[in-house]
């Protein structure tokens, strides 16, 4: 499946209106979820950009912190938040600090801020374009370790994971693996700024997925589609077509699932045609705990090589491939529920391929608003094994040995997966 066919390989920390001084006052509530409203996310009158308005007045059934404007800057320590040298804003207790009348300067984009009690440390959140971002590592366990080797990068690591942030604002790197995020972070003076609809879809549910709201389900019936089929003869390279393959690797797949254990359905047997939307439709009678589609993919550019794996985007995010399956990016889709253990269960898939075969590249987790992933009721991907297209990958993948070895790596991914859920413990 030529997926790759396009080789596509003013903040201010608090919310400064007009007027000398006033307070902001932040909930200790749960984080809902990343597809609800800011008018919902934050009770009371709604500011800039969807963002929580500032009032004086406190803001239904919660505890609050205050901040004063000073310039542009506002700085975090402990239980106190302040502004420059004049002025405090205490937690709890029902009490607002006050603060002295200082000169400040208009935000260039108006944004809203707050600091939310996250643990024993605040989490640090704006409101930028109507859309909600969390400074990092402030939305993290304490138990978190963080470094910065420059102005414009970022560590954290808890156990032997490590998370890395560079300049680039698409992606970041989860134990050497690239992960392509839905919307952009960014830097201000050197504080991170990720969307909140990305960490709870791709950074918590690695990094802290005792954290994740959701339930997800222990993989037992998996539901195994091998792309294209009949017809539809997927890429053809050197004369060979990629439904071969794809059948091939998923018969292989089947056995060694089947086992271990696993209940398996298959969307097409043999070299037959299934159109898209039975396949969907036979993936929805199954209930499965776990969807696989596998490719190869495709490129004009023969030098395009390696594997990468595809998940449904979140809402209204970037999609990161050159397919033509694009659909409405604001909609709300069935395996939206699921955007946790679609991300968990890539990088179990993504970190076991790499480790049998080291040679191939890992060209990431990427997002693609893909009929087949769309409305499937469990946790989804698409792994694109390799590319046709390209001389070094299709002799690896011509010999029947690495189709075997191939199939062998996403069941290792499997269980990793499933052992990963049954810890998160839901």
């Not at 604002?169 to 909140?196: A, D, H, M």
């Not at 993504?350 to 499937?376: M, T, V, W, Y």
């Amino acid at each position: 499946m030529a997926l790759g066919g396009a080789c596509v390989n003013g903040f201010v920390p608090v919310a400064m209106l007009m007027g000398a001084a006033f307070a902001v006052e932040a909930g200790k509530v749960p984080f809902p979820a990343s597809t609800a409203t800011p008018a919902q996310r934050a009770p009371g009158p709604v500011g800039p950009k969807g963002g929580p308005k500032p009032t004086g007045r406190r803001f239904s059934s919660c505890p609050f912190v205050s901040f004063g404007a000073h310039g542009n800057s506002t700085s975090v320590y402990g239980n106190f938040a302040s502004v420059g040298a004049l002025g405090a804003g205490r937690f709890g207790g029902g009490k607002v600090g006050s603060f002295s009348a200082w000169p400040f300067r208009k935000p260039a984009v108006p944004v809203s801020a707050k600091v939310v009690g996250a643990g024993q440390g605040q989490t640090v959140r704006i409101w930028r374009q109507g859309r909600e971002y969390l400074a990092l590592p402030s939305a993290l366990p304490s138990d978190c370790r963080s470094e910065k080797p420059d102005a414009r990068s970022l560590k954290i690591r808890r156990g032997t994971a490590e998370m890395s942030f560079g300049q680039d604002g698409s992606c970041f790197l989860y134990n050497g693996c690239k992960i392509f995020l839905g919307f952009p972070f960014f830097w201000e003076k050197q504080e991170l700024y990720v969307s909140r609809a990305d960490f709870e879809s791709k950074i918590q549910p690695l990094i802290h997925p005792q954290g994740i709201a959701a339930k997800i389900p222990v993989p037992r019936t998996l539901v195994l589609d091998a792309g294209h089929g009949g017809k539809d003869s997927g890429a053809v390279a050197r004369g060979v077509s990629e439904k071969t393959w794809t059948w091939d690797v998923v018969q292989r797949l089947r056995q060694q699932l089947s086992s271990l254990g696993y209940r398996v359905i298959m969307t097409r047997e043999g070299d037959k045609f299934v159109p898209l939307a039975d396949r969907v439709a036979a993936t929805k009678r199954a209930q499965p705990d776990l969807f696989i589609s596998l490719h190869f993919n495709a490129c004009s550019n023969a030098g395009a090589r390696g594997f990468e794996i595809f998940c449904f985007p979140i809402p209204g995010a970037a999609t990161h491939a050159g397919s033509r399956q694009r659909g409405n990016a604001s909609v709300s889709v069935v395996n939206h529920a699921f955007v946790a253990g679609n991300t968990i269960g890539a990088y179990a898939l993504s970190s076991c391929l790499h480790d049998a075969f080291p040679h191939l590249e890992n060209r990431g987790i990427k997002a693609e608003r893909l009929q087949i992933l769309r409305n499937n009721p469990c946790p989804s991907v698409l792994v694109e094994g390799g590319f046709m297209t390209n001389a070094q990958d299709f002799e690896i993948f011509s010999k029947p040995e690495n189709r075997e070895k191939l199939a062998g790596a996403i069941v290792e991914g499997i269980e990793k997966y499933r052992a990963n859920v049954e810890r998160i413990g839901h």
